[in-house]
């Protein structure tokens, strides 16, 4: 396989325009089935082709004391009992799957009370094909003569596609054709009795403007959510032969078709799109071999017998179409090998599971447990569609609450704007289903209020089109086209007939020399003219030559300075690598020494926050210490002022007592002086001296509780209380504090004056001599008689 001469030009990038940020509401339609019998009373009417009425039933008007009330609801289109399947697909799937075709999303889901006819809409009846074999037709119908071979596309686990070469595809083609049970191609299929009738539309349909200048692939996949879990419909079940199955009742399974499959889980792939991890995708190349896949997935699908409906759909089925889309190369001829170049479409067909009643289906067990998760499920769909109404209409920017449900997890990205989003509300009008089918209105009403952001066109291919007939010849197959030589002869005059009848016929043979002649003259002419044209077309040839030789010069001097221009780019390229090389290996150097820097930078720092941290330490230690300090010192002084204080005290006591002995003295001395002589003084006897001493005595007898201190000669010095003192007058005090000299610091006095020395003598003497011979002064020892 050679590759691609030209290579694909880059994808414009698409700006967001105001196609942008266009919006089309939710595209709902209503389908009313015919009744199952005449004779059953009817709800349901169809006013005109967009509105249909509710008619409350006799026994609900009964139930609601005779009120009568008709509500009438509009759709976008309303079908009637008498529409055929073809009308409703020209209506509603036809504009999904041209949108398929050219590169949008799509999804269609029918909705409805259960036995309202939505699976029969969406896979139909034999001889009635539903909406789903008429997309598979459409499409084949369209793409039919351009799609790839086999297994060119081919997919992998991450909802992409890629691209293989022809060889590689023909290999797995050998390889997939070598197995046990061969495929049947898909021209030579002859479809299944079963579903022939659901397939042979006798309509032909076919989209319009299809891209001749790619190839396509179509993949179908088939799901369905049962019990709020994903299962593939298409996958196979590998049994272990060994170790048996087991049923929900602890016994061995007989039958092998009834293993449950595996539950998928939902993924996000890198453009933010919810698919099924691990689910079966099978190329499929004509509608005949779309629908058998499709009908071997819907054996698999549960159903089970209600009292309302015998084949009730007990799971949400879907059915998605994928279509690959790929550009051929500049010639024309292969595939181009660029992931970036496919354009994937997805088409999805939602087959939901009809809500229901219990107390009117009587289910139990299972069938109770698949009931309740199915209202779930359609409750679930019902908020979403609330809120985004809400988010639209008021402004607010409430969450979906898309992850409460698989179903509406699945197809969040249509309502962000991934795709058109079409519903099909599917109504019963017997009055039993009146109640469901009241609800279905309002949730139909409110979806229709929902506006859905409108699919942005695809990036048209750079390449030139008409590239797939480009090298194919002009006027068709060669085998074809007439011969030279029947042409010729057919030009010719017929000959006459030249049977002669009679001996004497003589007008048969002029006849045909004559026709003869006509023809060898008209051949003469034909060979000048064709010797002419052959002269002609020399010169033609000549002149072609000529030109095709100048413009093969042209071409060689062309491509000569392309040559010299490429060298010189490569030149030029090569110098730039080096500087390239040379700045790369500046900046690595520049990146060293950065980062040599910032190493240093980074200690620097570390350093200075330790420094500004022990700075901060010795700080917070200075500040504790001068407190300490500060509390030492003022604790010292308080305690010098109370010591100072009391030493004063104690001093201004002292002193106030010496200043009290001295006038003591001084009244005993002014006493001495101031008293008269006897003449003659007498001895008394030692009573008599006692009387006579004590009146002779002015000063008062000390008072109790007096202090004596001790003099170092031995003499003592009698104090007064601080009572006594604060009682004299400051006059006093102030006299007397001036005649007497301070204490020493080493707790003796200093020497009284002459003049206190003096009167003291005299006192003493004086007393002396008035007591007698038998008193001595204070100081001296008392001496003993021998």
Not at 63 to 74: F, L
Not at 122 to 151: D, H, V
Not at 690 to 703: A, T
């Amino acid at each position: 396989m050679k590759p691609a001469k030209a290579k694909m030009p880059r994808k414009p990038v698409i700006k967001k325009g105001s196609q942008s940020n266009l919006k089309d509401p939710v595209g709902v339609y209503c389908r009313v089935r015919p009744l199952s019998f005449p004779d059953q009373e009817c709800c349901v009417e169809v006013v005109n082709s967009t509105t249909v009425q509710l008619h409350t039933p006799e026994g609900y008007r009964l139930n609601r004391n005779g009120d009568y009330k008709e509500t009438q609801y509009s759709f976008k289109r309303v079908f009637g009992i008498h529409t055929t399947q073809k009308e409703l697909f020209d209506v509603v799937a036809s504009p999904l799957v041209d949108d398929l075709i050219h590169g949008k999303n799509g999804l269609l889901f029918t909705y409805g009370v259960t036995g309202s006819g939505k699976t029969h809409t969406m896979t139909g009846s034999p001889g009635y094909g539903g909406l789903l074999p008429r997309c598979l037709n459409m499409i084949f119908n369209s793409i039919g003569s351009f799609q790839a071979k086999r297994y060119v596309f081919k997919s992998n686990d991450r909802n992409s596609m890629e691209i293989q070469c022809e060889v590689d595809a023909l290999l797995e083609r050998q390889k997939r054709e070598a197995m046990p049970v061969p495929k049947t191609p898909s021209n030579k299929r002859q479809a299944d009795p079963e579903f022939a009738d659901m397939i042979n539309v006798q309509e032909f349909c076919k989209a319009e403007e299809i891209d001749e200048d790619s190839v396509y692939g179509v993949f179908v996949s088939y799901i369905e959510i049962y019990n709020n879990y994903i299962y593939d419909l298409l996958e196979e079940v590998q049994l272990d032969p060994i170790k048996p199955k087991w049923n929900g009742c602890s016994t061995p399974m007989r039958n092998a078709e009834s293993v449950l499959p595996q539950s998928k889980i939902l993924r996000e792939d890198k453009n933010h799109n919810m698919y099924v991890a691990g689910c079966t995708e099978v190329e499929v190349k004509s509608t005949e071999e779309a629908f058998e896949v499709f009908w071997r997935g819907q054996k698999k699908r549960r159903i089970a017998n209600t009292h309302l409906n015998r084949e009730s759909s007990r799971s949400h089925s879907v059915f998605s179409i994928k279509l690959v889309q790929a550009p051929l190369d500049a010639d024309g001829d292969n595939v181009l090998q660029e992931k970036e170049q496919i354009t994937i479409s997805q088409l999805s067909l939602v087959d939901l599971a009809g809500s229901e009643r219990t107390n009117r289906t009587k289910a139990e067990g299972n069938r109770l447990r698949e009931a309740g998760n199915i209202n779930q499920s359609l409750m679930t769909l019902r908020t979403c569609m609330e809120v985004l109404r809400e988010n639209q209409t008021y402004g607010t920017n409430k969450m979906v609450p898309y992850r409460d449900s698989k179903l509406t997890h699945l197809f969040k990205n249509y309502f962000d704007g991934e795709g058109k989003v079409r519903m099909i509300v599917c109504v019963n009008p017997k009055a039993e289903d009146y109640e469901e089918s009241l609800q279905v209105m309002r949730f139909a009403e409110v979806t229709q209020e929902v506006e859905v952001a409108r699919p942005v066109d695809k990036a048209i291919c750079g390449l030139t089109p008409g590239r797939r007939y480009r090298n194919l010849p002009r006027g068709g197959p060669v085998g074809d086209e007439p011969l030279v030589t029947e042409v010729i002869l057919q030009s010719f005059p017929p000959l006459p007939p030249s049977k002669l009848l009679d001996i004497n016929d003589e007008e048969t043979l002029p006849k045909l020399i004559e026709a003869l002649e006509k023809r060898h003259h008209l051949r003469q002419l034909m060979t000048e003219e064709l010797n002419k044209q052959c002269m002609n077309f020399k010169a033609l040839l000549k002149e072609f030559d000529s030109s095709l030789l100048n413009k093969e010069n042209y071409i060689q001097e062309k491509l000569n300075e392309k040559e010299k221009l490429i060298s010189g780019q490569k030149s030029e390229i090569e110098r730039l690598e080096k500087k390239n090389k040379t700045l790369e290996y500046k900046v690595e150097v520049l990146e060293k020494t950065t980062t040599i820097y910032e190493e240093d930078k980074r200690n620097l720092q570390q350093e200075l926050e330790s420094q500004n941290q022990k700075l901060q330490r010795q700080y917070s230690d200075k500040r504790r210490l001068e407190a300490r300090l500060q509390g030492m010192v003022t604790e010292t002084s308080m305690k010098w002022q109370k010591e100072c204080e009391r030493r004063v005290a104690a001093t201004q006591l002292e002193m106030q007592n010496k200043l009290w002995v001295k006038d003591e003295k001084l009244k005993q001395l002014k006493a001495i002086v101031t008293e008269p002589k006897p003449e003659k003084p007498e001895r008394p006897s030692r009573e008599r001296d006692r009387e006579k001493i004590l009146p002779r005595s002015v000063s008062p007898s000390p008072v109790p509780g007096d202090v004596y201190k001790t003099r170092g000669g031995g003499q003592s010095v009698q104090f007064t209380d601080i009572e006594t003192l604060k009682q004299e007058s400051p006059t006093g005090r102030k006299r007397r504090s001036s005649t007497i000299a301070p204490a020493q610091p080493d707790g003796t006095e200093s020497e009284w004056t002459d003049v206190e020395t003096r009167c003291s003598v005299a006192v003493e003497m004086r007393a002396g001599s008035q007591l007698g011979p038998g008193y001595q002064h204070h100081a001296q020892p008392k001496r003993k008689k021998p």
